[in-house]
T-cell receptor
Framework: DTAVSQTPKYLVTQMGNDKSIKCEQN?????MYWYKQDSKKFLKIMFS???????INETVPNRFSPKSPDKAHLNLHINSLELGDSAVYFC???????????FGNGTRLTVT | AQRVTQPEKLLSVFKGAPVELKCNYS??????LFWYVQYSRQRLQLLLR??SRESIKGFTADLNKGETSFHLKKPFAQEEDSAMYYC????????????FGQGTTLQVKP
């Protein structure tokens, strides 16, 4: 089944912890992204990678560190989690820049 | 600054009624615009893009550069159209960056 898959689907953790979200795409796309959807459903880009190279880093706190071991994977590691990090995080990929995005199902992160 | 505005958070219509989801953008460059849709319990997916000039599931959207708008329209709404709709702007320069509007929930009542 070709898709963008991200794990876990739900993540509940306490403030101060470190957690990771994994994303994999088997669509053969060159570009991958992380988007954050806040409580008001507003979607905002965090990072994009093209062929393992960071292209966009959208003024995200450096507690967030994306890692792309290969062009099919883009993981998101978050250090010292804060309450304000609670959101739904979406991974996406596209064939090239400006081509349509294919989204994962999202990871709902709740920081208590 | 680049911005996408969807003024309606919720749009509720009856089945068979026309529907128009508004989208306005602010961008000095050459815009490329998209509509994405998220049905209940499904992933966000592309509905249509302006350069394709196609109709998907009966929806159309025309880019109006004079009014900086890209409204999504359907003449007769169906219950299965109920979903969250996002308008998105792709910036020129091959960054791959998409700027999303706030989203509009479309509720089609029977």
């Amino acid at each position: 089944d070709t898709a963008v898959s991200q794990t876990p689907k739900y993540l509940v953790t306490q403030m101060g912890n470190d957690k990771s979200i994994k994303c994999e795409q088997n669509l053969g796309h060159d570009t991958m992204y992380w988007y954050k959807q806040d409580s008001k459903k507003f979607l905002k880009i965090m990072f994009s990678y093209n062929n393992k190279e960071l292209i966009i880093n959208e003024t995200v706190p450096n507690r967030f560190s994306p890692k792309s071991p290969d062009k099919a994977h883009l993981n998101l590691h978050i250090n010292s989690l804060e309450l304000g990090d609670s959101a739904v995080y979406f991974c996406a990929s596209s064939q090239v820049y400006n081509s349509p995005l294919h989204f994962g199902n999202g990871t709902r992160l709740t920081v208590t | 600054a680049q911005r996408v505005t969807q003024p309606e958070k919720l749009l509720s219509v009856f089945k068979g009624a026309p529907v128009e989801l508004k989208c306005n953008y602010s961008y000095s460059g050459s815009p490329e615009l998209f509509w994405y849709v998220q049905y209940s319990r499904q992933r966000l997916q592309l509905l249509l893009r302006h350069i394709s000039r196609e109709s998907i599931k009966g929806f159309t959207a025309d880019l109006n550069k004079g009014e900086t708008s890209f409204h999504l329209k359907k003449p007769f709404a169906q219950e299965e159209d109920s979903a969250m709709y996002y308008c998105a702007l792709s910036l020129s320069g091959n960054t791959g960056k998409l700027i999303f509007g706030q989203g509009t929930t479309l509720q089609v009542k029977p």
